[in-house]
Nanobody
Framework: QVQFVESGGGLVQPGASLRLSCVAS????????MTWYRQGPGKEREFVAS????????NYADSVKGRFTISRDNDKNTLYLQMNNLKPEDTAVYYC???????WGQGIQVTVSS
């Protein structure tokens, strides 16, 4: 079973940046596409970004396009989400996900507030 551990969240002011990381256990990380989802307070979980197994074809939700960048380092079994110009509406628990296998990370809190 694959495990994912997210890190890099926290409390920041509007306009700040954060980089989330998601480290995978095991040796299969490089075979599969990965996604980031988030769930804000009182909201449904929503798609944020996705990336192919080889790092190609990044895709973003309209709400984060131009501000967030998804990337991965298959040598380090790590998925990243660079978040710039954060807004209060980005406040959520962020999850990494491997769609093919259905595995999820435990989630990491990001709070954007002045």
């Amino acid at each position: 079973q694959v495990q994912f551990v997210e890190s890099g969240g926290g409390l920041v002011q509007p306009g700040a940046s954060l980089r989330l990381s998601c480290v995978a256990s095991g040796s299969t990380f490089s075979r599969y596409a990965m996604t980031w989802y988030r769930q804000g307070p009182g909201k449904e979980r929503e798609f944020v970004a996705s990336i192919w197994a080889n790092g190609g074809s990044p895709n973003y939700a309209d709400s984060v396009k131009g501000r967030f960048t998804i990337s991965r380092d298959n040598d380090k079994n790590t998925l990243y989400l660079q978040m710039n110009n954060l807004k209060p509406e980005d406040t959520a628990v962020y999850y990494c996900n491997q769609p093919t296998t259905g595995y999820w990370g435990q989630g990491i809190q990001v709070t954007v507030s002045s």
